[in-house]
């Protein structure tokens, strides 16, 4: 199955030569583009009941408790397939993220999280708690925070379920094609600077 791609001319959505487009207007633009995705993958039953699951098992009011995060948004933006999805949850109980996988799941992933694939869709998932910056006291626990914990800018994003968009430095990585760092506190610096190279060939940015 391939993702499902909303009918949307991206190339008139990004911004070029000397138009003006505010962070707003990218903002409502962005949560629009990776809004319909997610609707359109939940078209699948499998998926649409993982996410049923997350809304109505775990105590999240409005769906501003589950944010989609980082390089899935990042390449919906730029018109690309992400190799998964990355999704925060507000909630301190991996029991509970662990549940709603219902025996889909592939691995935990290495901050207490998990990694599984369903219809064909690979997802990482993990509790905002235990995302590494908080859960080694680098940061205080917030959504806000969350965007200034990874290293790069172009990382730096969550769309939230109900809409809403928290970003830092994103858009200035974006619009400048350049990859820069947002934190550089990472216990795997080899790993990290592997990643930014990785990007750097992938986009075609500078660093």
Known sequence: MSYFIPNLNVSSIIPYGDEVI???QRNKTISKIVLEH???IRKEPKI???FSRIETRINVSS???IG???GAVRDWWLGKIPKDIDIVIETPYIKEILDCIDGNLLSKN???GAFFELCGIKFDVWSLDNTY???SGLFLTSWGNLVRSVPFNIDSIVVML???VIEHEFWSGIESKTIDFVNRANPDSKFIAGRAVKFANKYVYGL
Request: hydrophobic fraction near 35%.
């Open 22 to 24: 505010t962070v707003s």
């Open 38 to 40: 997610i609707q359109g």
């Open 48 to 50: 649409d009941d993982f």
């Open 63 to 65: 769906k501003n408790g």
């Open 68 to 70: 989609i995060f980082g």
């Open 110 to 112: 290495t901050l207490g």
């Open 133 to 135: 910056a908080f859960r």
């Open 162 to 164: 109900n809409g809403d």
